[in-house]
């Protein structure tokens, strides 16, 4: 498992955190075991808080590696801290008082406050799917067990629940805990493998540089808007925008400031936008801005407030002036690219008349849109 989880974040670190740290944890309980197998020949002293610093550190990693997943700030420190005392706790009762189980009673109580901490984060942040639910409930066996655990060792003495002795109850413990430490594991990657398809398939329609649309989102955007359009009947307006003499940008400052200008002109524009409106990037410095339910009255109005906000930007980029034409469906089954064909001949004419402007497509009667499109 835990070379399978280093594989896996090895190949997709940058969009799926986290783990990396559950491949530690799982790393951590296989060094675990061994070293508390070696209690009859190496000394108690190293074998035991070796052992449990070790099981510690492995459960401390899966809670560092869930924050990291679920996009929160690692609480090191705090870890750092209530490891560092659970260890010197353990070598207290161990050196100093010996008593077997009030140092199974402080693991215990680490290791359930560690489960109660994810079953927060899950219950937090997770997704609201089945496999986040079978996870918490995991979680929640696994924190029982380990209470109780500690609980016997107080109540009935820590003979009850000595790992290395055999009885019903250890039998029952350690193989309980087994499975669900590698099941905790595998609904873990599950939930892994649903964020990297969420994750594959946004970048699938997102272009990489200004994290606005692509032509493939752009154009299933539409589709969704087309289905409504038909029920409701409602307008949906593109605005086919092109950066002016961009070109001279990229050979006077070089690519790398022409894609800052990219990307601070889609911040600028986006900001104007409402939440229902998307923004997507054709290629190049080509950009089209889908409106639904927008007259191309309203449309110009928007077209008008991004060209002024990007004049008066402040900024020390070397900005452009913006070519936009305008386009309107002429019925519900007007698609995109009959859609684009216009908006893109209203952004030639702006071309052709100067740049800096606004051309609007002239509005097609619906029976000329009905025949054309038949």
């Known amino acids: 498992m835990s070379t399978i989880m280093f594989s896996v974040h090895r190949t997709f670190k940058s969009e799926v955190q986290g783990v990396g740290h559950w491949a530690w944890a799982q790393l951590m309980t296989l060094i675990a075991l061994p070293i508390l197998a070696t209690q009859g020949i190496l000394s108690e002293y190293i074998a035991i808080p070796g052992f449990n610093g070790a099981m510690l550190w492995g459960q401390g990693m899966t809670l560092i590696g869930t924050q990291l997943f679920y996009g929160q700030k690692p609480t090191w420190r705090l870890f750092l801290l209530i490891w560092s005392i659970t260890i010197a706790g353990l070598l207290w009762w161990l050196v100093v008082t010996p008593n077997f189980s009030i140092r199974v009673a402080i693991y215990s109580l680490t290791a359930f406050g560690m489960y109660c901490a994810l079953i927060r984060l899950v219950w937090l942040y997770g997704e609201r799917h089945f496999s986040s639910y079978f996870f918490m409930a995991l979680l929640l066996v696994h924190a029982t067990l380990t209470l109780l655990r500690g609980g016997f060792a107080l109540v009935f003495g820590g003979t009850s629940v000595n790992l290395l002795k055999t009885s ?55 589709a969704q808007l ?16 092109d950066l002016d003499h961009f070109k001279r940008v990229n050979d006077q400052y070089g690519h790398a400031v022409g894609d800052q200008v990219l990307v601070f002109i889609v911040e600028k524009s986006c900001l104007l936008l409402r ?4 923004m997507a990037r054709f290629g190049g410095e080509e950009f089209v801005v889908v409106l639904p339910g927008t007259t191309q009255a309203e449309a110009r109005q928007i077209a008008i407030r991004i060209q002024t906000t990007l004049k008066h930007a402040q900024t020390d980029l070397p900005l452009c002036t913006l070519s936009i034409g305008i386009a309107s469906n002429a019925s519900a089954d007007d698609d995109l690219d009959h859609l684009l064909v216009r908006a893109d001949a209203a952004l030639y004419r702006a071309k052709n008349n100067g740049r800096d402007r606004i051309e ?15």
């Open 168 to 222: 019903n109850l250890t039998t029952t413990y350690l193989a309980t805990s087994t499975i669900l430490v590698q099941l905790l594991s595998v609904v873990f990657l599950v939930m892994a493998s649903r964020r990297l398809k969420d994750v594959l398939e946004q970048r699938a329609i997102e272009d990489p540089l200004t994290g606005v649309l692509n032509r493939r989102g752009c154009v299933a955007y539409y």
């Open 226 to 241: 087309q289905l409504h359009a038909r029920q409701t009947d409602f307008p949906v307006t593109v605005l086919a925008i």
């Open 275 to 278: 939440a229902c409106d998307r």
């Open 360 to 374: 609007t497509d002239d509005i097609i009667p619906a029976d000329n849109a009905t025949s054309s499109a038949s």
